[in-house]
């Protein structure tokens, strides 16, 4: 079973900055199957990027995603108000699709 | 557009099954085109994915809960259903229930979730 970390824990930033977030697995993972999703506090978690880099339907391209094998990164690329939130990185591909532990990004 | 609607008992006592259904509306849930899971928020493990199911049955489950956890899958009524047994506080927290798209040997995330239930270990 793949087991994913995340860093940082928190990022603490303002609006217009930059974010950049890691997941490393502890395992290659097959045809970069890694899921970006962005979770709310009372709100279902949402999908923002999968297979490594591509955008989900909707997602505005100020969110990128990037890698391949263990190491993979989310970019926010000028974070807007409704961005601060947690993030979590999941592996998709097949069963069991692991989450990572989360980025709490913060201002 | 697809909507799924989690429900449960929100009170469950230590050592008990807990049951979950999972209600999907605005499409059948019986195509193979797509897959469901169950995921859940807890305290101190963030999101946590729990197994997921195909439409003709086949689940798969986290191998932390390997032994306690059941999926099934109701294609009259269109729901699927959870059940955990031996519960303990450990399992307090938000269940959701969520669906995705399979490709031909692989997954895609879960792009469609349900709002969650809020369940509570206590005596």
């Known amino acids: 079973e793949i087991v994913l970390t995340q860093s940082p824990d928190t990022l603490s930033l303002s609006p217009g900055e930059r974010a950049t977030l890691s997941c490393r697995a502890s395992q290659s993972v097959s045809g970069k199957f890694v899921a970006w999703y962005q979770k709310k506090p009372g709100q279902s978690p949402r999908v923002l990027i999968y297979?490594?880099?591509t955008r989900a339907t909707g997602i505005p391209d100020r969110f990128s995603g990037s890698g391949s094998g263990t190491d993979f990164t989310l970019t926010i690329s000028s974070l807007e108000p409704e961005d601060f939130a947690v993030y979590f990185c999941?592996?998709?591909?097949?069963?069991?699709?692991?989450f990572g532990p989360g980025t709490k990004v913060e201002i | 557009q697809v909507q799924l609607q989690e429900s449960g008992p929100g009170l469950v006592e230590p050592s008990r099954t807990l049951s979950l259904t999972c209600t999907v509306s605005?499409?059948?849930?019986?195509?193979?085109?797509?897959?469901y899971a169950w995921i859940r928020q807890t305290a101190g493990k963030g999101l946590e994915w729990l197994g997921r199911i195909f439409p003709n049955g086949g689940g798969m489950y986290s191998p932390s809960l390997r032994g306690r956890i059941t999926l099934s899958i109701d294609l009259s009524m269109n729901h699927l259903s959870l059940q955990l047994t031996s519960v303990t506080a450990a399992d307090t927290g938000i269940y959701f229930c969520?669906?995705?798209?399979?490709?031909?040997?692989?997954?895609?995330?879960?792009?469609?979730w349900g709002q969650g239930t809020t369940i509570t270990v206590s005596s």
């Open positions: 297979s490594a880099s």
């Open positions: 999941q592996q998709h591909g097949n069963s069991p699709q692991v």
């Open positions: 605005g499409g059948s849930i019986g195509s193979g085109n797509y897959y």
């Open positions: 969520a669906r995705g798209s399979r490709g031909s040997y692989w997954l895609y995330p879960l792009d469609f």
